[in-house]
């Protein structure tokens, strides 16, 4: 299963401007490379700029859901859409949908840990629904977004549903990107899964984001690793037997002893 996975650095502010920059870089990495799956970074409409947000928001998911609807159709791919700010009811949600290749949202999660380091909390509701798979082309995956990371409780509770991979998308500070790296990696060999993630370049607001967007192994070696400040595509085709190896060599999941923790 070919993955492209866009390092984006994002335009502040400038929802068109961005939607104009990922139809252009879709186009070019579908006529290209011909992935089955692209992958796109955490709030990649709007970036960080929290108190423009009632503004620049997506409402109930749009006009964002309807351009990822329109490029996996015209390109034939499936897209995990990143994330982006959307207005529901009362409140701003960082949202993420993916969208299949008949253009079909699959899968619709809002970010459950709001990150203090950026204020997140101040501006934002947490999503209240659980982590679920879904599936692309016959594979079960799951999706978590940016600070989600830290919290192990969700890459589990996707790897207990059966996740092959789980996509993380993110806007990860260069100032802490070792643990980025490391949490990537330690997910990945607890859960015996693939971890395929998105993180953005460029700065907004002084803080420099660390790229670094990874393609690891349900072993937890890196297959692919982004430059910490290039804008880049990462192309990658996973192995998905290796999952079904792995686990078989190192049956954690049968030997776990849940009732005792
Ligand atoms: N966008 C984020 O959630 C950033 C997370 C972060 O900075 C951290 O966990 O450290």
Redesign the pocket.
């Known amino acids: 299963m070919k993955h492209a996975v866009y390092q984006m650095d994002i335009v502040a502010g400038d929802p068109k401007k961005n939607r104009e920059n990922v139809r252009q870089w879709i186009k070019q990495t579908a006529e290209a490379a011909q992935p089955d799956v692209i992958v796109l970074p955490?709030m990649w409409t709007t970036g960080y700029t929290l108190s423009e947000l009632k503004e620049l928001a997506d409402v109930d998911a749009e006009p964002t859901t309807s351009f990822l609807s329109d490029m996996a159709i015209t390109y034939h791919v499936n897209i995990i859409g990143g994330s982006f700010a959307n207005y529901k009811g009362e409140g701003i949600y960082n949202t993420s949908i993916v969208v299949d290749r008949q253009g079909v949202v699959v899968n619709e999660y809002d970010k459950i840990h709001l990150?203090p380091?950026?204020d997140?909390p101040r501006y934002l509701t947490g999503g209240q629904e659980k982590v679920t798979t879904f599936e692309l082309d016959g594979v079960k995956m799951g999706l978590i977004?940016?600070?989600d990371?830290?919290f192990p409780e969700l890459a589990r509770s996707l790897a207990l549903q059966d996740a092959q991979i789980m996509y993380v998308v993110?806007?990860?500070?260069a100032v802490?990107i070792e643990?980025w790296k490391t949490l990537q990696v330690a997910r990945a060999i607890e859960n015996q899964m693939y971890v395929v993630s998105s993180n953005r370049i460029g700065s907004y607001n002084g803080v420099d984001f660390g790229g670094s967007s990874m393609i690891i192994d349900p072993t937890g070696n890196p297959l692919r690793t982004g430059s910490e400040t290039k804008e880049e595509t990462i192309v990658e085709s996973l192995a998905l037997d290796t999952v079904s190896e792995i686990r078989k060599a190192v049956p954690i999941f049968s030997n776990r002893v849940p009732h005792l923790y």
């Open positions: 955490e990150v380091m950026l997140e977004i940016c600070y990371l830290r993110a806007e990860w500070p802490r643990h």
